[in-house]
């Protein structure tokens, strides 16, 4: 697991009178994996993701990391995990941060995606969340947009030892026709704030990686 090679952007900063200061930064590419929370055909929260993946810098190569075949978990299964958990958490080791679009299940997140994270999180010291840069947004016709399920899921991912963005946050109101199909936005300040929140989070990850370059 490793970023692609970074392209380099030149920034020239004026300084003051007649003054220029060239600098460089590195505008790396990264692999991001989403979780959808939700496993409803009808999803709001998958409209979200596909417009999210429209959206999103062309530095992050964002993959669907699915997780509705695995079983119930239950610590029976850490000594020999079965081939649908292994191959879930090698998705996860093979990104270089995750997204959750969940929505709100009674003020928390669904069950589905809290037996995903809690198999992401075991065995015991084989944590696939440790140190991996996450984001969290929802969606949810009613006015808080998963504002509760986010701080749930947030508290869990604390424990996950996950670097979370913690700004911008973003509590997406579902109005019939907002998101389409195929992931296209119809009002344009909802888009572009989308648009904005996964370019805070290309930087938020670069910037975890920049302070904690990874070993492996
Ligand atoms: C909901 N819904 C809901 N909405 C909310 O804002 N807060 C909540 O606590 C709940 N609780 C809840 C529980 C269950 C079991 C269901 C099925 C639904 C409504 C929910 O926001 C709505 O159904 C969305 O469409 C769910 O998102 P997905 O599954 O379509 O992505």
């Not at 590419?29 to 959808?36: A, L, P, R, S, T």
């Not at 695995?70 to 191959?87: K, N, R």
């Not at 992931?183 to 990850?205: D, K, P």
Request: aromatic letters at 10%.
């Amino acid at each position: 697991m490793s970023c692609r090679a970074p392209a380099t952007v030149t920034i020239v900063v004026r300084a003051g009178a007649g003054v220029i200061v060239e600098t460089s930064a590195q505008m790396a590419e990264y692999k991001v994996g989403y979780f959808v929370g939700s496993l409803a055909t009808k999803s709001i929260n998958r409209l979200l993701s596909k417009a999210l993946v429209r959206v999103a810098p062309p530095e992050l190569q964002l993959t669907e990391i699915p997780f509705k075949d695995l079983p119930l978990y239950s610590y029976d299964y850490d000594e020999t995990y079965p081939p649908v958990a292994t191959a879930f958490k090698d998705a996860i080791a093979g990104v270089d941060a995750v997204l959750f679009v969940t929505p709100e299940y009674n003020r928390s997140i669904p069950g589905g995606l809290k037996n995903a994270i809690d198999w992401a999180s075991r065995p015991y010291g084989k944590n696939a969340f440790t140190r991996k840069p996450s984001a969290v947004i929802g969606t949810s016709p009613g006015k808080i947009g998963t504002a509760v399920a986010q701080q749930h899921l947030r508290s869990i991912l604390a424990f996950c030892n996950s670097p979370q963005m913690n700004s911008v946050e973003a509590y997406i109101q579902f109005d019939d026709g907002l998101i389409s199909e195929d992931g296209q936005v119809s009002n344009q300040s909802t888009r572009e704030f989308l648009q904005n929140y996964m370019a805070e989070f290309h930087g938020f990850i670069a910037r975890v990686y920049t302070v904690l370059p990874r070993t492996t």
